[in-house]
């Protein structure tokens, strides 16, 4: 059962790497068993293995931002449409 106390200890999915629940035995996302490695045995292994110095490069614009500028376009595209052909002249 999920509580808050369940909500703020939460571990990722060996597998697929997205947050569930302690209690759950199998992943809601993948549908895999839970391995019983907790969070923080999975930061100490990836801690060992990466290179403590190195700062991930941040990304300036991903996917998520490109599709948003083009919904956005065609958005106002649409409006200056449909304002043409309410408002446009009677000639």
């Known amino acids: 059962m999920l509580t808050v106390a369940n909500l703020l200890r939460m571990d990722r999915c060996a597998s697929c790497e997205r947050e569930i629940a302690s209690t759950w035995r199998f992943c ?3 549908g ?3 391995v019983a490695a907790t969070s923080k045995q ?3 292994a990836i801690a060992e293995t990466s290179d403590g110095d190195a700062e991930p490069r ?3 614009y991903d996917g998520v931002f ?3 500028v083009g919904m956005g ?3 106002l595209g649409l409006i200056i449409y449909a304002a043409v ?3 446009g002249s009677t000639v």
């Open 28 to 30: 809601i996302y993948c």
């Open 32 to 34: 895999r068993p839970v």
């Open 42 to 44: 999975i930061r100490e």
């Open 58 to 60: 941040p990304r300036k």
């Open 66 to 68: 490109w599709v948003g």
């Open 73 to 75: 376009a065609l958005g």
């Open 85 to 87: 052909q309410i408002y």
